[in-house]
């Protein structure tokens, strides 16, 4: 049982470049949601999914898209990366009313 | 989005000393989490409030959902090094967990 894989863990993007950071769950869960993580901001929600199909945005989804074609697999693009974009991305899953598993981060550098 | 106040930023103490910590929100929240996170690792899981006024223990961890559904508190008692991170609450309303900045906890032994 592997939880939340989350690849890659780092990754440098020039600006300009597209790229997918890719989440994967083994545990069954409907929601799936995609976090970053900047100094001094805590945690703002990108995307979220509660259930394979159905996607919505979050705090933050300027410059990101997602899908949800599978329950396990909840993919994050970035369009077009910009260094503003430079951060630390969660994925995490749950059941409904539940608590989130995160799973360990991608350090992402835009250059 | 939602804004979740979390206090103290920081704390440093000494080893075996209790700590506490808050969250509170202008927002009610229908459940409340707590979450530890360490250098270079996503955040973990310490315990989860689901009813206001709920009161729950983690071994020396306990955490209170709030009578207002607008706040919860953690406290650590008899603090040890490992405890060192940064504690995270979270609040959910609709589908959407929110998250606040976070306590940086510094134990010295």
């Known amino acids: 049982n592997a939880g939340v894989t989350q690849t890659p863990k780092f990754q440098v993007l020039k600006t300009g470049q597209s790229m997918t950071l890719q989440c994967a769950q083994d545990?069954?869960?409907?929601?799936m949601s995609w976090y970053r993580q900047d100094p001094g901001m805590g945690l703002r929600l990108i995307h979220y999914?509660?259930?394979?199909?159905?996607?919505d945005q979050g705090e933050v989804p300027n410059g990101y898209n997602v899908s949800r074609s599978t329950t396990e697999d909840f993919p994050l693009r970035l369009l077009s990366a910009a260094p503003s974009q430079t951060s630390v991305y969660f994925c995490a899953s749950s059941y409904q009313g539940g608590g989130y598993t995160f799973g360990s981060g991608t350090r992402l550098t835009v250059v | 989005g939602q804004q979740l106040n979390q206090s103290p930023q920081s704390m440093f103490i000494q080893e075996g000393e209790d700590v506490s910590m808050n969250c509170t929100s202008s927002?009610?929240?229908?459940?409340w989490l707590w979450y530890k996170q360490d250098p270079g690792e996503g955040p973990v899981l310490l315990i989860a409030?689901?009813?206001?006024?709920e009161l729950t223990s983690n071994g020396r961890l306990t955490a209170q959902f709030g009578i207002t559904r607008k706040d919860s508190f953690l406290n650590i008692s008899a603090s040890i090094p490992s405890d060192v991170g940064i504690y995270f609450c979270?609040?959910?309303?609709?589908?959407?967990?929110?998250f606040g900045t976070g306590t940086s906890l510094t134990v010295i032994p």
């Open positions: 979270a609040g959910l309303t609709g589908n959407q967990f929110y």
């Open positions: 545990m069954n869960h409907e929601y």
């Open positions: 999914s509660v259930g394979a199909g159905i996607t």
């Open positions: 409030l689901y009813k206001a006024g």
């Open positions: 927002s009610i929240f229908n459940t």
